[in-house]
Structure formats: structure tokens, C-alpha cells
């Protein structure tokens, strides 16, 4: 039996104890902006975080997984089709370059924003006819920020969910403070970081470049067709909860109101199918797993790259799953094919040698988490830069899917597989990835519930949104150093101009 002293000191010790008040239950409106499953399966990972702390979460989107308890679900998949297998020549022509890239996205997201804004349930919470009260809107940018309208127009707190890296172009709107390309890699930099001068000039103009593009686009846009979000000046969110981590993202410097839950949508691993499973284990030499993800059709690639890829895997000595639509000829007898494959559950067993992957966020963080090594074919977007990191950590070999061949494809594969640095680096870095004090899904219960503690926790944010882009760059205190020293050289120059003429 303990003494009462002891009991007294223990009750003591335990109100020392740091903690925090739970915040009350919480009405938040969710709105998925963008129709990507890979986009969705980050939202939704937050989404349950949330609901499973007690929150009433009522979610705007085009992937419907059912209501249940504090969850209710908006069907927006007429007005927002899935982006789901496209035509790989498509998204070539139209988002393969940098400028392409820039100047549909813009259109795209404010398109998305129409839809969502133009929902019959979302017209009746704008306009206030709903008995339904919110505290919290959740939702995603990728370029413009229409999407901040509903939090505007409601009056509450806001938070944006970056299912991607940090996006560079929206980081001076979003929090107030531009990265230092001299040290941070641009989003479609394709590099984790700039080495070399050549690269720093680069990745300095790629910066101005994206910016000062996508400005002009919306410009443009809210010229021509202009929207009610084009009127009104719109919150910024209060928390950011990007899906990045120091395994794929450069350590650099961020602003307390930037939360990185990197792998929040991993899942514990089920069992695999019986018969993927048995073509998995009765492999004494090894599985390679191949996707191109949700978003590409693997199908509509040029048939030359297909076919590379088909000579050169049926040459390896390892069995291959091949995430792939339709029937495929010529198939190699080493080779099974299916439209969908658990790829969570494959990369966790120990059986696979190798992922070779276009490097989306999410089959990163699973194959960082599994500790599987990498063969990147990036294809655009974050996908460049997400392998870099990857090579950069030694568990990763790079190369432009378009030269691809069936040699270059080849030796890649036999380098990785048959070189052990490539899976102890891999290891290494599953055990960094999964070495943290608070889990993703902990880090967003908390940093949510923090902002509705604290009425939006606008001590957060920083005193750079406050500035002009010539305040924060210091063009204006500059300007008037010049000016002085000119003023100062000037009376100089006639000074010594007046001494010589009367010398």
C-alpha cells in the first residue's frame, strides 16, 4: 500500500504534467478540390484522424466511401469525374512542360472551384439557408486559392491539406516566406537541392519563373471571366498539413504553421490475395513490382517504351507484377498483369526486390516505408524531384522515361538488384522515416484542434503576409540605400568638382 505522503506527490507529479484541454467536438466542412485518387487518399487519411477523435466531418467529393458515424459524404462525382487512366500522350502534351504545366493547372483547379461552388448543398451553405453550423473548413490548393472562398464567405478558421511536396508557387501566399532557391529545390525543379552555380541560376529563375506565370494566368482569367472568389479577399489557411518529410524532402526552413504528415495514408498491411501471393513467394529469385499509379493508363504509353520494357523484363531473372490495363502482347512468361494490385500490402513483404515506380508521393512513402529500393520513370509534377530525393538517399536510380531502352532499362534494374547498397540504404531510410515522436494522424488531431483552441491561431502565422512582395524582398529599403549612396556620391563629386576649380 502506498502512504498518503506518496499518493499527495504522485497526484502532484501528474498535474506538472504537460497536456492540453481536448478541444469540443467540432463541425467541419471538407471540400476534395481536386479528383485524383491519390490527392484523395491523403484528404481522406485526415479526414478519418479527425472523425475517429469524435469530429463531425460533412466532405464535398467525387470518391464516395460511404457515410458512417460523424461522417457524411457529398457526392460531387457528376460534376467532377475521377481522374483516373489517362492517355499518357495527353498528359505529355498538355502538362509535360513547365510552361504547359503552369498555365493549365490554373484553369483546371478554378474550374474544380466552379463545380464544387455551383453544388446545389453548397449553394444552401454559402447562402446560409442550412441549419448547419461549421467551425472548420479542410481543403486543397495546387494552384489557385478559390479554393479559400467557402471559409471566406462562413467566417471560420481554414486548413489546407498538400497531398503533394510543399508547392513552391503558393508557399508566399500560403505562409508568407518564399524558400531560398539557392538551398531548396523548386517543386518542378526536378532535384532535391541546387549543387552547382549552373543549378542555383536555374532553379532562381524556375522560381520567378512559375510565379510570375501563374500570376498572369489568373490574371488573365479574372479579367475575362471573372468569379465571385475574384472579389473578395480571401482567408489564409491557419494550419498547412503537407505530405512531406525529411526522407523526400530537403531539410529546410519552415514556419510553425507548416505541419509535414508525410505517409499519413499508410495503412497496416492485410493479407494479400492467394494468387498474387503464390506468384510472390514462388519467386526463389525475387518479385519486381511495376506501376505507373492511378492516374496513368500504362496501356496508352508509346509502344517503343512498351516494348522496352517487355524485352527487358523478360530477361531478369526475378518474377514481375505489372500494374497494367487490358490484355498485354507479348507478355513475358515472368510476368502477371493486373488493372489493380494491393500495392501497400505487396511492398511491405519481404520477397520484393524492387518497386520501379513514376515516383508519386504516395508509392514513395510506401516504398520507403517497406524499405524496398527504387527505380524512378518520372513523369511530371513533384514525380522528378520525389525520386532525386530517393537517389539522394542512395536507395534510388532516376531515368527520363521518354529514352528509355530496352539496354539502359535493363542494367538499371540488374544495378539495383544486384547491388546490396541500394536495399541497406533503403532500410536506413525506412528507419528514419518511421522514427518520429508523433504519429501523422496524432500530428493532425493536435495541430487542428490547437487552431479551434486557440480561435484560429492566427499568432502563427507570420508577419511576412503582411508584406508587399517589395517589402518582403526588400526592394523599397534598398531603393532608399541606393538613393542615399547616390545622393552621398553626388555631393561628393561636385564637392571635389567645386575644391578643384578654386585649386
Given at each position: 500500500?502506498?502512504?498518503?505522503?506518496?499518493?499527495?506527490?504522485?497526484?502532484?507529479?501528474?498535474?506538472?504534467?504537460?497536456?492540453?484541454?481536448?478541444a469540443?467536438?467540432?463541425?467541419?466542412?471538407?471540400?476534395?478540390?481536386?479528383?485524383?485518387?491519390?490527392?484523395?487518399?491523403?484528404?481522406?487519411?485526415?479526414?478519418?484522424?479527425?472523425?475517429?477523435?469524435?469530429?463531425t466531418?460533412?466532405?464535398?467529393?467525387?470518391?464516395?466511401?460511404?457515410?458512417?458515424?460523424?461522417?457524411?459524404?457529398?457526392?460531387?462525382?457528376?460534376?467532377?469525374?475521377?481522374?483516373?487512366?489517362?492517355?499518357?500522350?495527353f498528359?505529355?502534351?498538355?502538362?509535360?512542360?513547365?510552361?504547359?504545366?503552369?498555365?493549365?493547372?490554373?484553369?483546371v483547379?478554378?474550374?474544380?472551384?466552379?463545380?464544387?461552388?455551383?453544388?446545389?448543398q453548397?449553394?444552401?451553405?454559402?447562402?446560409?439557408?442550412?441549419?448547419q453550423?461549421f467551425n472548420?473548413?479542410?481543403?486543397e490548393?495546387?494552384?489557385?486559392?478559390?479554393?479559400?472562398?467557402?471559409?471566406?464567405?462562413?467566417?471560420?478558421?481554414?486548413?489546407?491539406?498538400?497531398?503533394?511536396?510543399?508547392?513552391?508557387?503558393?508557399?508566399?501566399?500560403m505562409?508568407?516566406?518564399?524558400?531560398?532557391?539557392?538551398?531548396?529545390?523548386?517543386?518542378?525543379?526536378?532535384r532535391?537541392?541546387?549543387?552547382?552555380?549552373?543549378?542555383?541560376?536555374?532553379?532562381?529563375?524556375?522560381?520567378?519563373?512559375?510565379?510570375?506565370?501563374?500570376?498572369?494566368?489568373?490574371?488573365?482569367?479574372r479579367?475575362?471571366?471573372?468569379?465571385?472568389?475574384?472579389?473578395?479577399?480571401?482567408?489564409?489557411?491557419?494550419i498547412?498539413?503537407?505530405?512531406?518529410?525529411v526522407?523526400?524532402?530537403?531539410?529546410?526552413?519552415?514556419?510553425?504553421?507548416?505541419v509535414?504528415?508525410?505517409?499519413?495514408?499508410?495503412?497496416?498491411s492485410?493479407?494479400?490475395?492467394?494468387?498474387?501471393?503464390?506468384f510472390?513467394?514462388?519467386?526463389?529469385?525475387?518479385?519486381?513490382?511495376?506501376?505507373?499509379?492511378?492516374v496513368?493508363?500504362?496501356?496508352?504509353?508509346?509502344?517503343n517504351?512498351?516494348?522496352?520494357f517487355?524485352?527487358?523484363?523478360?530477361?531478369?531473372?526475378?518474377?514481375?507484377?505489372?500494374?497494367?490495363?487490358?490484355?498485354?502482347?507479348d507478355?513475358?512468361?515472368?510476368?502477371m498483369?493486373?488493372?489493380?494490385f494491393?500495392?501497400?500490402?505487396?511492398?511491405?513483404?519481404?520477397?520484393?526486390?524492387?518497386?520501379?515506380?513514376?515516383?508519386?508521393?504516395?508509392g514513395?512513402?510506401?516504398?520507403?516505408?517497406?524499405?524496398?529500393?527504387?527505380?524512378?520513370?518520372p513523369?511530371y509534377?513533384?514525380?522528378?524531384?520525389?525520386?532525386?530525393?530517393?537517389?539522394n538517399?542512395g536507395?534510388?536510380?532516376?531515368?527520363?522515361?521518354?529514352?528509355?531502352?530496352e539496354?539502359?532499362?535493363?542494367?538499371?534494374?540488374?544495378?539495383?538488384?544486384n547491388?546490396?547498397r541500394?536495399?541497406?540504404?533503403?532500410?536506413?531510410?525506412?528507419?528514419?522515416?518511421?522514427?518520429?515522436?508523433?504519429?501523422?494522424?496524432e500530428?493532425?488531431v493536435?495541430?487542428?484542434?490547437?487552431?479551434?483552441?486557440?480561435?484560429?491561431?492566427?499568432?502563427?502565422?507570420?508577419?511576412?503576409?503582411n508584406?508587399?512582395?517589395?517589402?518582403?524582398l526588400?526592394?523599397d529599403?534598398?531603393?532608399?540605400?541606393?538613393?542615399?549612396?547616390?545622393?552621398?556620391l553626388?555631393?561628393?563629386?561636385?564637392?571635389?568638382?567645386l575644391?578643384?576649380?578654386?585649386?
Amino acid at each position: 500500500m502506498l502512504s498518503s505522503a506518496a499518493v499527495l506527490t504522485a497526484f502532484c507529479a501528474w498535474l506538472a504534467l504537460p497536456r492540453w484541454t481536448p478541444a469540443g467536438a467540432a463541425n467541419i466542412l471538407a471540400v476534395e478540390t481536386i479528383p485524383s485518387k491519390s490527392h484523395w487518399n491523403v484528404m481522406r487519411a485526415v479526414l478519418q484522424a479527425l472523425t475517429d477523435r469524435g469530429h463531425t466531418v460533412t466532405v464535398f467529393t467525387p470518391f464516395l466511401d460511404g457515410h458512417r458515424h460523424g461522417y457524411t459524404v457529398v457526392d460531387l462525382s457528376d460534376k467532377m469525374g475521377q481522374r483516373l487512366d489517362l492517355n499518357a500522350t495527353f498528359l505529355i502534351e498538355n502538362f509535360g512542360t513547365t510552361r504547359n504545366f503552369m498555365m493549365n493547372i490554373m484553369p483546371v483547379t478554378r474550374s474544380y472551384c466552379d463545380m464544387v461552388y455551383e453544388h446545389r448543398q453548397m449553394a444552401d451553405i454559402l447562402n446560409e439557408t442550412t441549419e448547419q453550423k461549421f467551425n472548420l473548413v479542410i481543403t486543397e490548393a495546387l494552384a489557385s486559392e478559390c479554393v479559400a472562398y467557402t471559409a471566406t464567405v462562413l467566417q471560420v478558421p481554414m486548413v489546407y491539406v498538400v497531398p503533394s511536396p510543399i508547392i513552391t508557387y503558393l508557399e508566399r501566399s500560403m505562409t508568407g516566406h518564399v524558400p531560398n532557391p539557392a538551398a531548396t529545390g523548386h517543386l518542378l525543379f526536378g532535384r532535391f537541392a541546387p549543387e552547382t552555380f549552373a543549378e542555383r541560376f536555374a532553379n532562381l529563375v524556375l522560381t520567378v519563373y512559375c510565379s510570375t506565370l501563374m500570376w498572369y494566368t489568373e490574371w488573365q482569367l479574372r479579367r475575362a471571366d471573372p468569379r465571385p472568389y475574384d472579389i473578395v479577399d480571401l482567408v489564409r489557411p491557419s494550419i498547412i498539413f503537407t505530405n512531406t518529410h525529411v526522407i523526400t524532402e530537403s531539410t529546410r526552413s519552415l514556419t510553425p504553421d507548416l505541419v509535414q504528415i508525410g505517409g499519413i495514408h499508410l495503412t497496416p498491411s492485410k493479407p494479400i490475395p492467394k494468387d498474387i501471393l503464390e506468384f510472390i513467394e514462388d519467386a526463389p529469385n525475387g518479385v519486381i513490382y511495376f506501376t505507373y499509379g492511378s492516374v496513368v493508363s500504362m496501356s496508352s504509353l508509346p509502344e517503343n517504351i512498351l516494348g522496352a520494357f517487355r524485352k527487358a523484363l523478360a530477361r531478369v531473372p526475378q518474377k514481375v507484377l505489372w500494374k497494367y490495363e487490358g490484355e498485354m502482347a507479348d507478355k513475358p512468361k515472368n510476368v502477371m498483369t493486373r488493372k489493380w494490385f494491393p500495392q501497400r500490402d505487396i511492398l511491405l513483404h519481404t520477397n520484393v526486390k524492387l518497386f520501379i515506380s513514376h515516383g508519386g508521393i504516395s508509392g514513395v512513402y510506401e516504398a520507403v516505408d517497406g524499405g524496398v529500393p527504387v527505380l524512378g520513370l518520372p513523369f511530371y509534377y513533384d514525380q522528378p524531384r520525389n525520386i532525386d530525393n530517393l537517389v539522394n538517399a542512395g536507395m534510388a536510380i532516376s531515368m527520363d522515361l521518354l529514352s528509355v531502352t530496352e539496354e539502359t532499362f535493363l542494367n538499371a534494374i540488374l544495378e539495383i538488384v544486384n547491388n546490396d547498397r541500394y536495399q541497406k540504404n533503403a532500410k536506413i531510410a525506412s528507419e528514419r522515416f518511421k522514427d518520429r515522436p508523433m504519429s501523422p494522424a496524432e500530428l493532425v488531431v493536435y495541430w487542428t484542434e490547437y487552431l479551434l483552441r486557440h480561435n484560429g491561431a492566427l499568432h502563427l502565422k507570420s508577419h511576412a503576409q503582411n508584406l508587399a512582395w517589395y517589402q518582403y524582398l526588400l526592394v523599397d529599403v534598398l531603393s532608399a540605400f541606393l538613393f542615399i549612396a547616390l545622393v552621398f556620391l553626388f555631393i561628393i563629386y561636385y564637392g571635389l568638382k567645386l575644391i578643384y576649380k578654386y585649386i
